[in-house]
């Protein structure tokens, strides 16, 4: 089976603190995405990487980092948190870049920032 | 713009009934179609693919349907369970470089005893 997992499940912190989530998956997967998910807004992509020292933008990056210097590691940085960026985020991962292959999800972090 | 929408935003129902979510998609060119459910504070699962050319796939007592040509797709579950509670998604693949995703707002399913 694969497995996504996260660092934390639940984080509080302060306006101006930098962040870091942890993702890691333990199926070899090149493909690694980071979301975030807002109630009415579905799940938004932050930054994805096609294979390790690789990262692309997504649809939201302004405000976040990514650093991939695993393979099986996909880091996202909030390099000074705000409070809009409280949100769920969502790591997933994949096997190559296909269509058909699915995105593997992680459990989640819930992130507030005070 | 590639866009995914799903009605009804939330649905209650009595355990043991019926129910039909909805998902238009507006992605092109279409890949595939997945249905994701996701449980309270859990990451999405994968239920149902579908390509362009299948209009029908079951997974157990959920049974998703496409339809390519109105780029309309349903997901039908039967005999809900209390279980069945969560956040179904709709999830759209496009079929360019990157295969990336477009994700419906999601159905948020109750069911009640």
Known sequence: ?114 | KNQVEQSPQSLIILEGKNCTLQCNYTVSPFSNLRWYKQDTGRGPVSLTIMTFSENTKSNGRYTATLDADTKQSSLHITASQLSDSASYICVVSANNAGNMLTFGGGTRLMVKP
């Open chain 1, 1 to 114: 089976d694969v497995k996504v997992t996260q660092s934390s499940r639940y984080l509080v912190k302060r306006t101006g603190e930098k962040v870091f989530l942890e993702c890691v998956q333990d199926m070899d997967h090149e493909n690694m995405f980071w979301y975030r998910q807002d109630p009415g807004l579905g799940l938004r992509l932050i930054y994805f990487s096609y294979d390790v020292k690789m990262k692309e933008k997504g649809d939201i990056p302004e405000g976040y980092s990514v650093s991939r210097e695993k393979k099986e590691r996909f880091s996202l940085i909030l390099e000074s948190a705000s409070t809009n960026q409280t949100s769920m985020y969502l790591c997933a991962s994949r096997m190559r870049l296909a269509g058909y292959n699915e995105q593997f999800f992680g459990p989640g972090t819930r992130l507030t920032v005070l």
